[in-house]
């Protein structure tokens, strides 16, 4: 009794996968198709750059590969910090970043306070620690060297690298660890200064025509994409 019930499973089930095969051309032919987009199919939400944002100058600026570095010397841009008024840039920057500032001569900044951008610290200046604030180029000259300050007149060089728009008074030991890094490679600790320097630096490239390289434009976008509206710096 038994294996005659065995065996009936067997042909009932046979006889069913034949109908089931064969009628599954025709089920497929009849479902409709089913329309369904995975989020990874989705094509990317590109946000409008509103007008005079870094965002909108980051967009126009040239991607393209690194030149080779080349030829490069700090002399390329100048011997040291330009004199202006009988007054050196550096002196410049610092009376403009500083606080409670004194002076030694009519130049020379003698003592200062620093609210660090880059770190978010309060840093004191004295000529005692001078090496704890330096001035930063926000793009660091070998960096423009190598995506297009080479094609640039010494002049014009010079006018970069004492250009107020690309210099920071900051930390000196961020400053020492930034060396001649690019956005892809460095950014400021303080995440709420991030997007006003990159906003700086694409100020630069832009009034100087240097270029970007792709991992760098990538990084300044994922920065701006976080606040769109950021202006360039007016210096």
């Known amino acids: 009794m038994r294996r005659r019930r065995a065996t009936l499973i067997l042909i009932g089930g046979s006889i069913l996968l034949s109908l089931l095969a064969g009628a599954m051309p025709k089920l497929i032919e009849e479902s409709p198709a089913l329309d369904i987009t995975f989020p990874w199919q989705q094509p990317a939400v590109t946000q409008p750059a509103p007008a005079g944002s870094a965002l909108e100058a980051l967009n126009t600026l040239e991607v393209k590969g690194r030149a080779p570095k080349t030829g490069y010397s700090r002399d390329q841009f100048g011997s040291g910090w330009a004199t202006v008024n009988g007054c050196s840039t550096r002196d410049i920057i610092m009376f403009r970043d500083l606080t409670n500032v004194v002076l030694s001569d009519e130049c020379s900044v003698a003592s200062g306070t620093l609210n660090d951008t880059y770190t978010g610290e309060v840093i004191e200046f004295t ?109």
Not at 145 to 166: C, F, I, V
Request: net charge positive.
């Open 127 to 235: 000529k005692a620690n001078a090496s704890a604030i330096q001035i930063d180029h926000v793009i660091a000259l070998s960096d423009a060297w190598q995506t297009g300050a080479q094609q640039l007149s010494a002049q014009t060089r010079q006018q970069l690298a004492n250009d107020p728009l690309e210099l920071i008074a900051v930390s000196g030991k961020q400053n020492q660890i930034k060396s001649d890094a690019n956005a892809a490679s460095w950014l400021p600790p303080n995440k709420a200064f991030r997007c006003e320097y990159i906003a700086r630096q694409v100020a630069v490239k832009q009034k100087y025509t240097l270029w970007v390289i792709p991992a760098e434009r990538d990084a300044m976008l994922n920065i701006l994409n976080t606040c769109p509206t950021q202006a360039l710096p007016q210096v």
